[in-house]
């Protein structure tokens, strides 16, 4: 039985969204267990400090900035690992926007526009650009994270649930066209979690009380808790799961 299931020696790895929260944990634990991580989200300074902290724990990795809601940098981005790196074996598409929190009704159409452009458009366009990188190599992995308001929309955050519903049905859609190239794509889809991401809602006590109350563990989650889910499925381990979209909420895993 193989005993190195999670070894990732070698391995070249995208994270984006890496410079806090659930990005910060999950390129820290993918570099621990051997990945050269390149750490990007829109941010330059808070993508080096997490590259920092990798390399002084020992681990590989560089910083590269990108928003992936502007198509030049995705571009950027993309020429940035073949020209450094020639590959790339692991996406990890975690970057996000959440710029409206209020009625549905009062949704304006810049939130609006911010929210689709890069929780779908970055989205599908990291996972297709990098996806011809893989499709050329002979295979990769993509993870997306959703988000539990995909399948359950969260008060107040309408257009947000309805883009993570989108990325939901976007892993299923990539992963039932690139599985035969080698490629496989799974999707996270998180809990209530303690990020900055979150705070309207983890510093609202009524509504924090309300949204916990419904978690089995009655708790919000720490970040470090959803990496070791990606770090399975970027790993050997789950050599045979694709299409998969797997809930992390608050003790349920399914």
Known sequence: MQSNLFDLTGKIAVVSGASRGIGEAIAKLLAAHGAHVICSSRKADGCA???????AAGGK??????????MDQIDALVEHVKNEHG??????NNAAANPYFGHILDTDLGAFQKTVDVNIR??????????QMMRAQGGGVIVNTAS??????GLMQGIYSITKAAVINMTKAFAKECGPLGIRVNA?????????FASALIDNKEIYERAVAGIPLGRSAKPEEMAG?????VSDASSYTNGACIIVDGGMLS
Do not use: W
């Not at 400090?49 to 390399?55: K, L, N, S, T």
């Not at 539990?148 to 929309?153: D, H, L, Q, S, T």
């Open 229 to 233: 889910t990606v770090l399975y499925l």
């Open 148 to 153: 539990v308001n995909g399948i359950r929309p």
């Open 188 to 196: 996270l889809l998180p809990g209530l979690t303690e990020t900055k």
């Open 122 to 131: 970055g989205y599908f366009f990291m996972s297709a650009k990098f996806g």
């Open 61 to 70: 990795a560089s910083a590269f900035a990108c928003h992936v809601g502007e």
């Open 87 to 92: 590959r790339l074996d692991i996406l990890v």
């Open 49 to 55: 400090r997490v590259a920092e902290e990798i390399q």
